[in-house]
């Protein structure tokens, strides 16, 4: 049974940072790309940044230059330090991997509560 656990949310200032975790466990062969999404109050899920196995990334313009998502293949953990915080990152944080273990699927976090105080 694979598992996404996210940790690192909170409360922080306008202008702060946080950085938010997320480990995989289970019978995992590889992981070939990890993501990070948000919901915000009253909106649909969006895709914050992505990362491949070989370290491609890619973020949604609204985080480049203040968000950045990293990976440690060896612990299977992927990471989201957000900078520059501002009100409106205020959301739940899932982490979304595509796991390979006897079979490929993508799988979801319970998500971590991220709350930007002005």
């Known amino acids: 049974q694979v598992q996404l656990v996210e940790s690192g949310g909170g409360l922080v200032q306008a202008g702060g940072s946080l950085r938010l975790s997320c480990a995989a466990s289970?019978?995992?062969?590889?992981?070939?790309?990890m993501e990070w999404y948000r919901r915000a109050p009253g909106n649909e899920r969006g895709l914050v940044a992505t990362i491949f196995g070989g370290g491609i990334t890619k973020y949604a313009d609204s985080v480049k230059g203040r968000f950045t998502i990293s990976r440690d293949n060896a612990k299977n953990m992927v990471f989201l330090q957000m900078n520059s915080l501002k009100p409106e990152d205020t959301a739940v944080y899932y982490c979304?991997?595509?796991?390979?273990?006897?079979?490929?699927?993508?799988?979801w976090g319970q998500g971590t509560q991220v709350t930007v105080s002005s």
């Open positions: 979304h991997a595509l796991i390979v273990t006897t079979y490929r699927g993508w799988y």
């Open positions: 289970g019978s995992i062969v590889s992981i070939p790309t």
